[in-house]
C-alpha cells in the first residue's frame, strides 16, 4: 500500500513540474510582451496582462494542490501585485517587470528540487526576500489607499467564498467579473485536451462518490474525489469557463467540509455532488461541441451546495443571510422531492441530447439529424494522451527494424531471377505501408520549435539590458516541428548565435543612428522545412562581419598566409569558426574568449547538419543552420566499392557521372581533380581511403558521385551506383574505435553491413591533403 501512495505522489509530482514548467515558459515571454508594450505605447495590454495573472493563478492552484506552501505564499503575493495592474491602480515601470522575473526563475528553481526530494522545502530564505520584494513593490503602490483596504477586507473576504463576485485570500478561485472580456487565445487543441481531461476527471470524481456512499467513513475517497473537482475547477478557470469554475468550487468546498469531519456525509450531501457532476459534465459536452456552456440548473445546485456546506451561516453579509434564508422557507429543507425534480430535469436533457447528438450545432440552426446518422467529429476535438518518451523511441526502432526486414524480403536471393508479379505487387505495397508507419512513428516525436524559441526572448532581453543596447526580436516559423532529441541538441548552439548577434552585431544606440539606422536593432529568428531538412536563420541588421579584421586576426595566429586575403567571403567567415577565434578587443561577461562559434559548428555538425554564413558590412549578418528532421532513419544511395558497400546520405549528393579523360587533372603534389562546368573538384579514392581492392583503377572507368558540404564539393569515385532506398542509422561499436570518415552504419536488405559515410569529413580530408 505504501509503495502504490508513493508511486502515485511520484506520478504527480512528475506530472505538476512538468506542467509548471510548461506554464513558466509561458509566462516569460508574455512578461517582456508586457514590458514592451509599456515602454513603447505607453499602457498595459489588458489581455497580456490578464494571461500573465492566469499563469500565476494555475501554478498556485496546482501547488496547493501538493501542498507546496513556499510555491503557493510566493505565486500569491505575485497574483496580488498584478491584480493591482489589472485594476489600473498602478502604472507598471520596468521594476516591476524585473521582479516578475525574478519570481518566475525562483519557481523554475524550486521545481528541480520538488522533483527531486518531493517538497520544496529549503527555499524558505530565498522566498522570504521574494515576498518582502513583492510586499514592498504592493505597498509602495497602495501608499495613502492601505487603510481604505484594510476597512475593506472584510468585503473581500465575503465574497472570496463565491468565484462569481471575488477572488478570496486563498485566490484559488478567479472574479468572474474579471473573466469577461479577457478574450484569452484558446487552441483548439487546448480545448480539445480540457474536454478529455475534463470528462476523466469528473468519471473518476463520480466513482469515489459512489464508493463513499457505501463507506461514509472512506475519507480516502473523499480525499480523491476533493482533489479531482479541485484539478477540475483549475483547468476550468485557466480557461475561463466561469460557471463550470462556480459549480465545482462549491462542490469541492462541501467535499472539504466532509473531509474535515465537519459535516456527515449522508445520501443528500452524495446525492447533490453527483448531480453537480451531471451539471458539469453537461458543460463540457456543450464545449465539446463548439459551444458556449449554460449550465441549467446552476443557480439550484450552487445554493444547496452552499448551504450544506455551512458557508452561509458564518460569513455571508446580513443581505446575504436573509436572501437565503427566504430562499430556504421557500424550498424548505432537502426533501426527497426537490431531489427527483431536479434529477428528473437533467434525465430529460440527457434523453433530448441521445435523440439529437449535434445539439449546439444542428440545435441552434434549427435543424434535425436523421436517425441513424453518424455524429462527424468538430473541427479541433482532439483526443490527446501522454506517452512515456521511452515508448517513443522504442517504438521507433522497431519501425527501424520493419524497414530492414521490408528490404531483406525485397532483396531475398532466393528469389532473384524468378518472375513473380504478385509477390513485387506485395512488396510494393508492404513498402509503401511500411513508409506510412515510418512516418507516423517519427511525427510522434515531433514537437514544435515554440518552447526553444519562448526561451530566446527572455535571453535577448537580459542581454540587451546588460550591454545597454535596444533589440526588437521577432519570432518566425515557432510552429515549426522537429525531433525531440534534435530539440534538446540544437538549443546551446542557437544561444551562442544570439548572444553574438546582441553582442557583437547590433550596435549601440549611439552608432545606430549616426549609421542612419533606428534606435533599436532588430533581430530575426526564423525555422522552415526544406527538402527534408529544418532550416533555422539568426539575421542582424547590425555592423556585419569585418572581413580585413578577420583576415587579420586569422593572419596573426597562422590560420592562412598573407597570400590569402583574395579568398572568398564565404571562406573568411568561415574562419570565425575556428578553436579560439575572436575579433573583440576585450573580453565581456557575455562572449570575446573565443570559445563559442567552434563548438556551434561541432554540436550542429553532430547532428548531420551545417551552419551558413551571409554578411554584408554595415548591413548585417545571417547565421543559416540547417538540420535533418530526424536522426533515425535517412534516405541513402549505396555504391560498391569493390567487395564492401557503403552508403552517401541523398541530401548531400549532388549528381554523378563517368568522366571522360580530358575532364581529368593531376596537380603537382598528385590531387587529382576534375573538371565540371568550369569548376575543379578534388576526387576522393574510397578503395585506398579504406585499403580495399577495386573492380576500377582508372577514374574514366568508374563512377564519380558528386558530393558537398556547407563548405566544399567532392568527388567520391566508386564502382558502382547500387540504388537508393531507406537507411536506418546504427551505431558502430565502442570497441571498433573511431572510423575514418564513417558516421554510421546500416544493414541492408540482403543483411550485408554498410558503412554510412561521413561527407563533411571526407570532403575536408580531400581539402587538407590538397592544401
Known amino acids: 500500500m505504501f509503495n502504490d501512495d508513493l508511486k502515485e505522489k511520484l506520478e504527480m509530482v512528475k506530472c505538476f513540474v512538468t506542467e509548471s514548467r510548461e506554464l513558466l515558459d509561458d509566462v516569460e515571454p508574455q512578461i517582456i510582451a508586457l514590458e514592451r508594450d509599456a515602454v513603447s505605447f505607453g499602457k498595459i495590454d489588458e489581455e497580456i496582462l490578464n494571461a500573465i495573472f492566469r499563469l500565476f493563478h494555475s501554478l498556485k492552484g496546482a501547488a496547493s494542490f501538493l501542498d507546496l506552501q513556499t510555491v503557493i505564499r510566493v505565486t500569491h503575493e505575485a497574483e496580488t501585485l498584478l491584480d493591482i495592474f489589472r485594476n489600473g491602480q498602478a502604472v507598471l515601470e520596468p521594476g516591476h517587470i524585473d521582479l516578475l522575473i525574478r519570481t518566475s526563475d525562483f ?370 516559423g515557432e510552429e515549426t516541428e522537429v525531433d525531440k532529441t534534435i530539440i534538446e541538441q540544437i538549443s546551446d548552439p542557437l544561444v551562442h548565435l544570439i548572444r553574438n548577434a546582441v553582442d557583437h552585431g547590433i550596435e549601440e544606440p549611439e552608432e545606430r543612428i549616426a549609421a542612419g539606422k533606428p534606435e533599436s536593432g532588430q533581430l530575426t529568428i526564423e525555422a522552415k522545412h526544406s527538402a527534408g531538412e529544418v532550416w533555422i536563420t539568426i539575421e542582424d541588421d547590425g555592423r556585419g562581419l569585418d572581413r580585413e579584421r578577420i583576415l587579420q586576426k586569422a593572419i596573426e595566429r597562422g590560420l592562412i598566409i598573407d597570400e590569402e586575403r583574395d579568398m572568398k567571403d564565404e571562406d573568411v567567415w568561415r574562419l570565425i569558426f575556428e578553436p579560439g577565434f575572436s575579433t573583440a578587443d576585450k573580453v565581456s561577461s557575455i562572449s570575446g574568449r573565443g570559445v563559442g562559434m567552434d563548438v556551434v559548428k561541432r554540436n550542429i555538425e553532430k547532428l548531420r547538419g551545417r551552419v551558413d554564413i551571409r554578411s554584408v558590412k554595415g548591413a548585417g549578418t545571417v547565421f543559416a543552420v540547417r538540420i535533418p528532421l530526424t536522426l533515425a532513419i535517412i534516405e541513402g544511395m549505396v555504391v560498391k566499392v569493390g567487395p564492401n558497400r557503403y552508403t552517401i546520405p541523398i541530401n548531400s549528393i549532388k549528381e554523378s557521372l563517368q568522366p571522360t579523360g580530358d575532364q581529368i587533372t593531376c596537380l603537382p603534389d598528385n590531387q587529382e581533380v576534375v573538371s565540371i562546368r568550369g569548376e575543379l573538384l578534388p576526387v576522393i579514392r574510397l578503395h585506398e581511403l579504406y585499403d580495399v581492392a577495386s573492380d576500377c583503377r582508372s577514374l574514366d572507368s568508374g563512377i564519380l558521385v558528386v558530393v558537398e558540404n556547407s563548405e566544399k564539393k567532392g568527388c567520391l569515385f566508386v564502382d558502382e551506383v547500387l540504388g537508393q532506398q531507406q537507411i536506418v542509422i546504427k551505431a558502430l561499436s565502442s570497441y571498433l574505435g573511431h572510423v575514418k570518415s564513417v558516421s554510421g552504419c546500416a544493414i541492408l536488405g540482403d543483411g550485408d553491413i554498410s558503412m554510412i559515410l561521413d561527407i563533411d569529413d571526407l570532403i575536408n580530408s580531400a581539402e587538407g591533403v590538397n592544401n
Open 107 to 476: 519557481i523554475r528553481n524550486i521545481l528541480d528540487t520538488v522533483e527531486q526530494q518531493l517538497s520544496d522545502e529549503g527555499f524558505e530564505t530565498g522566498a522570504e526576500v521574494i515576498i518582502d520584494d513583492l510586499k514592498q513593490a504592493i505597498h509602495a503602490i497602495e501608499g495613502g489607499q492601505l487603510a481604505l483596504d484594510v476597512a475593506g477586507s472584510e468585503t473581500d473576504a465575503d465574497t472570496s467564498l463565491d468565484p462569481a463576485k471575488g477572488a478570496g485570500e486563498t485566490g484559488e478561485n478567479t472574479p468572474h467579473g474579471n473573466l469577461e472580456g479577457m478574450n484569452l487565445s484558446v487552441v483548439p487543441e487546448m480545448t480539445g485536451r480540457f474536454v478529455e481531461e475534463s470528462l476523466e476527471l469528473l468519471d473518476d470524481a463520480e466513482r469515489a462518490l459512489l464508493v463513499l456512499e457505501k463507506t461514509p467513513d472512506n475519507l480516502e475517497s473523499a480525499g480523491q474525489a476533493y482533489r479531482d473537482l479541485h484539478s477540475f475547477k483549475g483547468n476550468a478557470g485557466f480557461l475561463a469557463y466561469a460557471e463550470l469554475e462556480e459549480v465545482s468550487h462549491h462542490a469541492e468546498t462541501l467535499l472539504d467540509r466532509i473531509r474535515e469531519g465537519a459535516i456527515v456525509c449522508d445520501a443528500v450531501a452524495i446525492s447533490f455532488l453527483l448531480i453537480a457532476i451531471d451539471v458539469l459534465r453537461d458543460g463540457v459536452r456543450q464545449i465539446e461541441n463548439n459551444s458556449i456552456p449554460e449550465l441549467s440548473g446552476k443557480q439550484e445546485i450552487c445554493m444547496y451546495l452552499k448551504n450544506m456546506a455551512g458557508d452561509a451561516g458564518e460569513d455571508a453579509s446580513e443581505d446575504e443571510r436573509e436572501s437565503e434564508s427566504g430562499c430556504l422557507e421557500k424550498t424548505g429543507s432537502f426533501e426527497n422531492w426537490q431531489l427527483e425534480e431536479i434529477t428528473k430535469e437533467h434525465s430529460i436533457e440527457e434523453d433530448q441530447k441521445q435523440e439529437t447528438p449535434a445539439h449546439g450545432e444542428a440545435a441552434n440552426a434549427g435543424e434535425r439529424q436523421e436517425p441513424g446518422a453518424v455524429k462527424e467529429k468538430r473541427p479541433g476535438q482532439q483526443q490527446v494522451i501522454r506517452v512515456d518518451l521511452e515508448k517513443l523511441d522504442k517504438l521507433l526502432d522497431l519501425v527501424g527494424e520493419l524497414v530492414i526486414s521490408e528490404a531483406m524480403v525485397a532483396n531475398n536471393q532466393d528469389l532473384k531471377g524468378l518472375q513473380l508479379d504478385r509477390f513485387e505487387k506485395s512488396v510494393l505495397h508492404l513498402d509503401k505501408i511500411t513508409r506510412d508507419i515510418q512516418e507516423v512513428a517519427m511525427s510522434m516525436r515531433m514537437i514544435p520549435l515554440s518552447g526553444t524559441f519562448s526561451k530566446m526572448v527572455r535571453l535577448v532581453r537580459d542581454l540587451s539590458q546588460k550591454v545597454n543596447k535596444k533589440v526588437s526580436l521577432e519570432i518566425i
